[in-house]
């Protein structure tokens, strides 16, 4: 909002003064001084005199203590504290220079009345708007009263000589003009000069702002969790955050000016054409441990306040983690439908395969069956039997029971699994290996456990036919208990459907001894996970809650031959 002509002036707001201004100010005066004097000196060579007059003497000395004021007032000033008291003694001195000035060059007729406007601009710098119409005044005052002396006799002219005839007309208007141009002066420096600070000002806050604004966004790029790059039209990586570092494991320094289609192939926000933009997209990233990640990402225009395209926005973050829980509940719907389907169905099947089994029976007991036909109806009963077990089987897994959790000692579990392991024969060229705390609290169904525990290491001795080592063991920090075997190992395009009912790749076998490892430890709350054994073959780890975890970190590690 502007403010009214007399409110600027009225308004005070005194200027700060630095010692860097007064050391600039009395520099200039130091230089118009020796103009001063070097002007006095030529004027006297171009004349040709050889004595000098007492214009000229005087001239030379007011130059002379000039340079000596200012000498001593850049002496002080290092040591001086209140600066506005200086300036103020400084403007004194020169309204007295300049009024000595004119006394010597005439008075009325002298040409150095413009002196006093410097004196004023000067003011202007330094004091505010009621010092500087002060200075104004004190500059009529002093103009004024030089020329009524002079009009009334009272001055003697300087130098001698006779004082001249001063007429009342030009006395007056010579004053009137005079000080006219000192107060238009000092009004229009008092505005100039406010509205010059009053900008100045805007200025330092606009830049004080624009730095706040600058350290907000280099906070914000560099906290924001999703991956920022920017590039430019010619498709160069000119901007790389923290979190995009985090992301792919490559610095700024990795990516800088280098091209997005190299980096990123499967990026498609540039091509031959320009920009791409892109709401919503998912490619893939290999970073540099050689891991593929599944990255969604987007794009936008950066643009200058003129609509100017300056380059491309590209946001991104890691989905691979959120596509592993994405495929783990599709699987955990698909089984949890074909485990009510398959539920109903063993239901079905049971009622008949009970009919059939109890027939044969009963036809083997009779004595009229040849020999051929006692085998067939053996094979019928037999095979009732293992379609018994298998339906059996699968009913555990499409419809536990109830868990009946309590705080189980994992590894006094694993110490009866071991025990149990040694005892069977399908174990017996095998290594076993034990790797785990001395205690390890969770709470758990102890025989649902026992029985997930169990098919992980049967699934295992079935693939190490060869002989092998088989390694239970916890994790403690992760609470998470793992099976290992040294086996072949599981083919990564076949590790999505393992846990699937009838799956299996083997020769024999139903199929549900993952499945229903699966569905206990679902239950549980937990989680598992396929990955490479340490020593080749694969790990089944069985991952739940840490926080109901009490454990002694205190690791046994045996090997017992099977």
């Not at 002196?115 to 003011?123: K, N």
């Not at 300056?310 to 829980?325: A, E, N, P, S």
């Not at 793992?482 to 999505?496: A, F, L, Q, S």
């Amino acid at each position: 909002m502007r403010l009214p002509f007399f409110a600027l002036l009225t308004s005070e707001r005194q200027p700060q003064v630095s010692k860097s201004q007064l050391r600039w100010y009395l520099f200039a005066r130091a230089l118009i001084a020796g103009l001063f004097l070097i002007g006095a000196v030529l004027f006297q060579l171009r004349s040709g005199r050889n004595a000098v007059s007492p214009v000229l003497s005087f001239l030379y000395l007011l130059g002379g203590l000039s340079c000596l004021q200012v000498m001593v007032s850049a002496a002080l000033l290092r040591h001086l504290r209140f600066l506005r008291c200086f300036v103020q003694v400084q403007i004194i001195w020169d309204l007295l220079l300049a009024s000595a000035l004119v006394y010597v060059t005439g008075g009325i007729e002298s040409i150095f009345s413009f002196l006093y406007i410097f004196v004023i601009i000067s003011s202007s710098l330094f004091l505010g708007r009621r010092d500087i119409l002060f200075v104004a005044s004190a500059s009529s005052i002093l103009y004024g009263s030089l020329l009524d002396l002079q009009y009334y006799g009272y001055l003697p002219y300087f130098g001698g000589g006779l004082v001249p005839i001063i007429d009342g007309t030009a006395f007056f208007y010579a004053v009137f003009v005079n000080v006219l141009a000192f107060f238009c002066t000092a009004f229009l420096s008092a505005i100039l000069v406010s509205r010059l600070r009053r900008s100045e000002e805007a200025l330092e806050k606009r830049e004080f702002d624009l730095e706040e604004l600058e350290s907000l966004n280099r906070t914000i790029l560099a906290n924001v969790t999703s991956g920022l790059m920017i590039i430019n039209p010619q498709g160069k990586i000119r901007s790389f955050n923290q979190a995009a570092s985090k992301i792919t494991g490559l610095s700024l320094a990795d990516v800088y000016n280098r091209d997005i289609r190299q980096l990123f192939p499967d990026f498609e926000v540039f091509n031959e054409s320009g920009f791409v933009l892109v709401s919503r997209c998912e490619g893939a990233f290999t970073d540099a441990e050689e891991k593929t990640l599944t990255l969604g990402y987007a794009s936008s225009l950066v643009k200058d306040p003129q609509e100017q395209t300056l380059g491309l926005l590209v946001t991104f973050q890691d989905l691979t983690d959120f596509k592993l829980m994405e495929d783990q509940l599709k699987r955990a719907d698909r089984l949890a439908a074909v485990g009510r389907l398959a539920s109903g169905m063993a239901h079905e099947i049971r009622n008949p395969l009970a009919s059939i089994s109890g027939s044969a029976q009963l036809l083997i007991e009779g004595k009229n069956l040849i020999e051929s036909e006692q085998r067939l109806m053996q094979i019928i009963v037999k095979e009732a039997d293992r379609l018994n077990v298998l339906l059996t089987d699968f009913l555990v897994y499409a419809r536990p029971r109830p868990s009946e959790r309590e705080n189980v000692d994992i590894p006094v579990l694993l110490d009866e699994l071991a025990e149990m392991l040694t005892g069977d024969n399908r174990f017996g060229n095998l290594n076993i290996s034990r790797q785990y705390p001395s205690r390890f609290i969770q709470h758990v169904d102890r025989q649902q456990f026992r029985q997930a525990l169990w098919n992980l290491a049967i699934n295992a001795a079935e693939v190490m036919l060869d002989g092998g080592t088989l390694t239970l063991g916890c994790e403690a920090e992760t609470s998470a208990i793992y099976v290992e075997d040294t086996g072949p190992g599981i083919p990564e395009k076949v590790r999505g459907r393992i846990f699937e009912p009838f799956f299996t790749t083997k020769d024999k076998g139903s199929g549900l001894g993952l499945a229903t490892v699966y569905a206990i430890v679902e239950g549980h709350g937990g989680t598992i996970r396929v990955t490479d054994g340490v020593q080749g073959g694969t790990r089944f780890t069985i991952c739940l809650n840490p926080k109901k975890a009490d454990i002694t970190t205190e690791t046994q590690t045996k090997q017992v031959k099977g």
